[in-house]
């Protein structure tokens, strides 16, 4: 087992309450009243201005996924070659404001989401601690997925998920270089993802392990709840057509319970102390709870 059972139900917790937040969301920018008189999915338009790109064809959407993560994944790995943990924390501060100003606009006026988005921001970068770590992460992966659901069809999405899964494998049990982003995030105190920390042990002079246990988190990458997220968004979409509202955000919960049950699957089997790629499992769970809500 990786890690405790109380720790391992903080993790599944919060990965559910990540997703949930995320659909509720994107729900928020379907403009559901203009979806329903044109039957076809309508998008309100994002707070600031901001513009979601631009595609040709939904379905091949993914390719230019796939090549902004391969690219920021190079200039992550380039500042850790040249020693540059400051550039990046300039960059995730920039991203956070901006993901999480999009997903509480979802729930409040753009400039109190601006203003609440900009303290969570500026705690997370400067001033980090597990509270405002996970606080955060509820929120930036629906602001996120609010930007490419409407430019992703099913297809596009199961791409992602493969080819992800696949890029996770070879990052953690190959190259390794997925390990040295995660312990090069860590070590800058700015870390994309869950961070879950154990409870601290007093010091023991008989015991040395114990010095180690203090210190011991376990984490859940910012990518292992994103692209679940845009799978289960863009599977929301499409049933937005045939359901009512509730009917099928009702239905499209199916797939995050999924995810956490392979989620739980992982936590259970892995060990300590040893990467794991999550996507593999991840994908499998969503696209099991895909196929469930094709057969309801």
């Known amino acids: 087992m990786k890690h405790t059972f109380k720790v391992t139900f903080a993790l599944i917790g919060f990965f559910l309450l990540t997703q949930f937040v995320g659909l509720a969301v994107i729900d928020h920018y379907i403009d559901h009243k203009r979806t329903a008189e044109k039957k076809i999915v309508e998008w309100k338009e994002l707070p600031y201005q901001l513009e ?24 992550i790995l380039w500042l850790i ?23 509480f606009s979802a729930f409040v006026t753009q400039w109190i ?35 490419f659901v409407p430019i992703i069809n099913v297809f596009a999405a199961f791409m992602l998920l493969l080819i992800i899964s696949v890029y996770d494998i070879i990052a953690v049990w190959k190259t390794k270089h997925m390990v ?21 042990q007093k010091e023991s002079s008989e015991v040395k392990k114990a010095s180690k246990a203090k210190s011991r988190i376990a984490v859940l990458g910012g990518g292992d709840m994103g692209f679940p997220l845009i799978f289960a968004g863009v599977v929301m979409k499409g049933l937005m057509l045939k359901e009512t509202v509730m009917a ?49």
């Open 248 to 296: 099928g955000f009702l239905k499209t919960s199916i797939i995050p319970i999924t995810t956490a049950i392979a989620l739980f699957i992982l936590l259970m089997k892995g060990e300590q102390n040893k990467y794991y790629p999550a996507m593999p499992f991840l994908s499998a769970g969503a696209i099991v709870g895909y196929f469930i809500i094709q057969l309801l």
């Open 52 to 75: 979601r790109p631009h595609v040709e064809n939904q379905s091949t959407s993914f390719i230019p996924i796939i090549i902004a993560v391969i690219i920021g994944t190079l200039l």
């Open 180 to 200: 040295k982003l995660a312990e090069f995030q860590t070590n800058s105190r700015v870390f994309s993802g869950l961070m879950i920390g154990y409870k601290k």
């Open 113 to 147: 989401a601006f203003g609440i988005a900009l303290v969570l921001a500026v705690l997370r970068v400067f001033r980090p601690n597990v509270v405002t770590q996970n606080i955060s992460e509820i929120f930036i992966y629906g602001g996120l997925a609010s930007v």
């Open 81 to 103: 070659r040249w020693k540059k943990p400051f550039i990046w924390r300039i960059w995730f501060f920039i991203t956070i404001l901006l993901t999480l100003s999009i997903a």
